[in-house]
């Protein structure tokens, strides 16, 4: 019955599409393949890139610290964000230099210093002030806490909620 109902009827079938809110729909018939590679690259076309800023600002960058590079007085290291690029480059203050071995391969904040290019809008370096260790990301969704932070997990068998 519901299946009937969301079904459309067969004179109200579907004959066009429209792709990402472009105001020419794409009609189904023997064209509508080269009719929808056309609004695609219509829309292509017309679409402005972002434009982003080079400078600095204050903040701080997350991530696991993967690299340490001290050999030659560098005093840099490599945190590699979860989302964004695939690494940042961090340099630490001469202060740190006995204390940022024990941060190696442990989930960081690393405030301070962001060096941005206007290529995108995450930064590509940082002038390290402060680092401290952060909770491990949590490694599957049962294991999140939040409300309930504290509070023993119940025991629950979901693949008898799967199988019926």
Avoid at 11 to 37: L, M
Wanted: glycine share 8%; charged share 25%.
């Amino acid at each position: 019955m519901i299946a009937g109902l969301a079904r459309p009827p067969k004179e109200d079938a579907y004959k066009r599409f429209w792709i990402n809110g472009a105001a020419d729909p794409v009609v189904f018939n023997e064209d509508f393949g080269a009719s929808a590679r056309s609004v695609a690259a219509r829309r292509r076309a017309e679409s402005v890139e972002p434009e982003w800023f080079s400078g600095v600002s204050q903040g701080a960058v997350t991530g696991e610290l993967k690299a340490l590079d001290d050999l030659q007085g560098d005093r840099r290291f490599v945190v590699v964000p979860s989302l964004g690029p695939e690494q940042i480059e961090c340099h630490f203050p001469e202060h740190m230099r006995d204390k940022i071995g024990a941060y190696a391969f442990k989930a960081v904040r690393v405030t301070g210093l962001l060096t941005y290019s206007s290529g995108s809008p995450f930064p590509m370096k940082v002038d390290m002030h402060d680092i401290e260790r952060i909770a491990e990301p949590a490694k599957h969704l049962f294991d999140l806490e939040g409300l309930f932070a504290g509070y023993a997990k119940p025991e629950v068998d979901y693949t008898t909620w799967l199988n019926g």
